[in-house]
């Protein structure tokens, strides 16, 4: 049966990404890749198509997002996405339910058919802190996930409270709740990405860096690792 449903995701994986290159490579022009005029009308037209349906778009991301962190996805390229396409405010909403989601499907999926495999992998790391998480296991997930998951890779992240036998409700709202501070800030410089594009009349890395909608939350982000290195030394270090 593990064999099956490793074939199965890997399968599903390699059409998503398949989809996703042709996509990019039949709908961009990839000579016009250094032309900051082409980004601007790609941005004009991304508007106009969220525009014109909303909630169509909404639930494509929602639907895509959690197929994609369900397949071992990076988060930062959806949170990017979603400023991008949503702005800040609903990018943040809709990255964080939809991630959220994901990474409790990737979790049950785990639990039920990789457990042993998880155990073997993560386990003898993450021993000491099976007690910890055992006794209050939501305060300690949130703390967890508001620390960044310590620097482990965000599948890692996700399947790694098979260990813990944690349960589903408050794996769910740990995540959720832990997420909201560093998604907002990856969907404000997504957010920021899109406005320096429609504002500016040519491209100028310094000047990206440089604007409000790019510094402000890259300093505010370094202000959340600041924190989270002080969640992790009182939640994780002995």
Known sequence: MNKTIKIALGSIYLIILISFLY???TKFDISRIDDFSYYKTIQENIDETIGKNLIFNLILFFIFSI????LLGFGSPI???SGILFGKWVGTIISTI???VGALSLYIIASYFFTDLVNQILKEKFSKYIERF???EFYYFFAFR???GLGIPFFLQNVLPVIFKMKNINYFFASFLGFIPGFFIWNTIGAGVNTFIKEADEFSIFN???SDEIYIPVLIFIGLILSSLIVKKKFFND
Do not use: R
Not at 67 to 70: A, E, K, N, R, T
């Open 146 to 148: 508001f620390a960044g």
């Open 79 to 81: 949170l990017l996405l």
């Open 23 to 25: 996509f990019l490579f």
């Open 208 to 210: 990206l860096i440089l």
């Open 134 to 136: 055992q006794k209050n």
């Open 98 to 100: 939809s991630i959220s």
């Open 67 to 70: 197929i994609w962190v369900v």
